[in-house]
């Protein structure tokens, strides 16, 4: 199982355990990808990480439907910064048709290098409606969907893979039914959470699970679940054998954790453990970034939910927090900002914790009616929504 860990002593060098990532022609210097999340991996935030390390940063997931009907807000959300040189974005999808043509929407109007299906997400409004978490369950349907994807994309050649949970409980499992489907319809990965959808964020990610996957396909396969620290990553690619790693929530409010992540890959354990000065130089680079990309009103909205991550722990007041979330100018964030003891040390009580959303696992998993009767479902066809937004 995995979960928080003890950190090495900082500058302990470690053995190199990965010198990069290879998904079909994309070589990524380092083998890891930040998770997409719904209203926080914008081009700003996406920008933000990449200046602190090397790795794959994708665009908040899209959804296939509402980009082939040219959606307002779904074309609104694929904005790269000028700085981006691979463009990589995760698509989610339950129609094979809908999601063939938006992959090659994606190749051919928007230059992307690498696409990723959204298979992991465990919110109930998508899985009610077999999206997400719940689809992998029918087998027929999900080939036919990465049958589709694999199929567009490959003439631009642009890697496609996908990413997944273990299954819908542990009474249900699907990951390596849908591991051996991802191989078999040309993939070039397969990311897993080691977390059921029942699960949700709750509890501790089974890293076994991600071993087990490794030993039954021959694509890459990468670990997503309780990476917190650098060494957590390293910890996880050891144990399981994983080529890389996603990490999603263990980089909110912490985008200095690539750096961290790149060291660890290159046998180097370094902790990044910024005063709090530092901290606001970052805050104010991201809000900054938002503002540039959204215009100073949206951008500073936008920024107002990255104030608690990027406080956690600190020993800032709780009218100067509120402030904070409220803060509607640069001008004001700067005063704001100033309030601030620069000199405060990294609570150091932080490392090794979860952050972000956790939640309890539910006793149940919505589904559609009658959705566990039938395994297959290569004929099944699920109405696919414009606007979902999702994570897994």
């Known amino acids: 199982m995995g979960g928080a860990h003890a950190l090495p002593d900082n500058g302990e060098v470690l053995a190199p355990v990965r010198e990069g990532l290879t998904l079909g022609n994309l070589r990524v210097e380092t083998p890891v990808v930040l998770a997409p999340m719904a209203g926080v991996t914008n ?11 090397a790795g ?3 665009c908040e997931m899209i959804t296939s439907r509402g980009l082939v ?7 609104r959300m694929l904005v790269f910064d000028d700085a981006e040189r691979v463009r990589s974005v995760q698509l989610y999808g339950t129609d094979p048709t809908y999601v063939g043509k938006a992959a090659q929407i994606l190749c051919e109007e928007y230059g ?13 409004k998508v899985t009610r409606k077999g999206g997400g978490g719940a689809l ?3 087998r027929g349907l999900l080939a036919r969907i990465l049958e589709e994807a694999v199929a567009a994309a490959t003439p631009y050649d642009v890697p496609v893979t996908m990413k997944t949970r273990k299954g819908l409980d542990e009474d249900h499992l699907t990951y390596l039914d849908a591991g051996r489907i991802a191989q078999e319809t040309g993939c070039a990965a397969i990311a897993l959470h080691g977390r059921t959808v029942a699960q949700a964020y709750s509890g501790l990610a089974d890293w076994d699970a991600i071993a087990q996957l490794v030993e039954h396909v021959d694509i890459p396969v990468l670990g997503n ?6 060494a957590d990553a390293v910890r996880m690619v050891e144990r399981t054998g994983a080529a890389g790693v996603v990490v999603g929530r263990g980089c909110l409010g912490r985008p200095w954790l690539f750096r961290d992540l790149a060291a660890a890959f290159a046998g180097q354990a370094e902790t990044t453990l910024p005063t709090l000065g530092e901290v606001t130089v970052m805050m104010r680079r991201h809000a900054e970034l938002l503002c540039d990309h959204m215009g100073e009103e949206r951008g500073c909205k936008e920024f107002r939910k990255h104030v608690t991550w990027y406080l956690k722990g600190f020993r800032a007041g709780g009218e100067l927090r509120r402030s904070l979330g409220l803060v509607d100018t640069l001008a004001t964030l700067d005063r704001l900002l100033g309030e601030l003891d620069p000199s405060e040390p990294y609570p150091v009580a932080e490392l090794g914790a979860p952050r972000g959303r956790q939640g309890s696992p539910r006793n149940r998993v919505v589904l559609p009616e009658g959705w566990l009767d039938d395994a297959d479902g290569s004929g099944c066809s699920i109405h696919e929504a414009v606007d979902e937004t999702t994570g897994g």
């Open 43 to 53: 081009a700003a935030f996406r920008r933000l990480c990449a200046e602190h390390g």
């Open 56 to 58: 794959l940063y994708v």
């Open 69 to 75: 009907e040219g959606d307002e807000t779904t074309r």
């Open 112 to 124: 992307v290098a690498h696409i990723d299906l959204n298979f992991g997400c465990p919110v109930p």
């Open 136 to 138: 992998p369950w029918k």
């Open 225 to 230: 679940g309780d990476i917190w620290e650098a």
